[in-house]
């Protein structure tokens, strides 16, 4: 008897160190990640970082630790104090601070670095992404051509900075390709987020006599609704996410699981390098995409709606490439 109870024991003890060992091995193959945002997780270009690391970790492929609202004036030090705590990569933004920040990852050579950054890569462990969802811009604009009766479109951003001027653009050629008379009235309103600000830029571009517009900004959507025009939507999902029902056709969105799932398996296989992740924020490798239509399915006729998939699907392979301008883009009327 007590031969078979030490053996039932041995067993047990084998097992329960099996379970314990495979929970280490789990653990151990969780790396610890760092996300630092100048806006509130609100904002929506933050958010989109911020939902990507949420999915990893709920992945179980990551620690995830966070800190918004951090001023450009404090973020070199909120940087150093993750990279001292232990964190295998940080993702953040450095427009701005760009040479202070790629001067704490030098300090850091361990740390990998995921930053917003309108530069090339630095050293052999600071890579950078921007925002390169001009690919569905292009093709709201094709959509927005056909909804304008007065031939008028609004566009309100934030700032004209590269990131911003390369999606204007591409949503302005695209409309020029479905209607050369189109004419656009363009307003920055300074700030990233100041929704009271955006609505009143988007009022004054309908008493100039727009009735369609490009909401970059949050507060347009609820110019658009005030007024009873449409609008298209930017980076989130408008029509859902900002009481855009009946007023947003579509929204060009941005994701950036792909760019981040990217940077955590180079970082757990030792490979991480500094390189642009561009491509990871466009079409072809699933950072960017056209919403649905929802609502506005029926009211688009089947001929914009074939129009768009074709230079859709001439995008995704490389048939078709939409023209990446970062200039300021000036109203035309």
Known sequence: MWKYLSRAVSLSLAMLAAVLLSGAQADAAKIK????????????????????????????????????????????????????????????????????????????????????????PHGKNFAVFDNYIHEPCYLMGMIAATMTKSNKIGMVGGYPIGEVNRLFHAFMNGARSVNPDVQFKVNFIGSWYDPPKAKEAAFA??????????????????????????????????????????????????????????????????????ANYKEWTMMAKGGATLAPYYEFDSKLSDDIKGKVEKVKADILSGAFTVEINDNEPKSTY
Do not use: C
């Not at 110019?223 to 939507?233: C, L, P, Q, S, T």
């Open 33 to 120: 990640v760092a996300g630092i945002y100048t806006q509130p997780i609100q904002q929506k270009w933050d958010a989109r970082l911020h939902l990507a690391l949420l999915a990893a970790e709920k992945a179980g492929e990551i620690e995830y630790a966070f800190s918004e609202k951090v001023a450009n004036t404090d973020y070199v030090r909120v940087l150093r104090e993750y990279a001292d705590s232990g964190v295998s990569l940080v993702v953040g933004e450095a427009f701005g601070i760009s040479k202070e920040a790629r001067a704490v990852a030098d300090d850091y050579p361990e740390v990998a670095f995921l930053m917003g950054d309108p530069f090339e």
């Open 205 to 274: 571009q309908i008493e100039a006599g727009v009735d369609v517009l490009y909401a970059e900004r949050a507060g347009v959507v609820d110019a658009a609704r005030d007024k009873g025009i449409v609008a298209f939507g930017n980076v989130n999902d408008m029509n859902k996410e900002e009481n855009g029902t009946d007023v947003v056709v579509t929204s060009a969105l941005w994701h950036m699981e792909s760019a981040i799932n990217n940077a955590i398996a180079e970082v757990k296989a030792g490979s991480f390098k500094a």
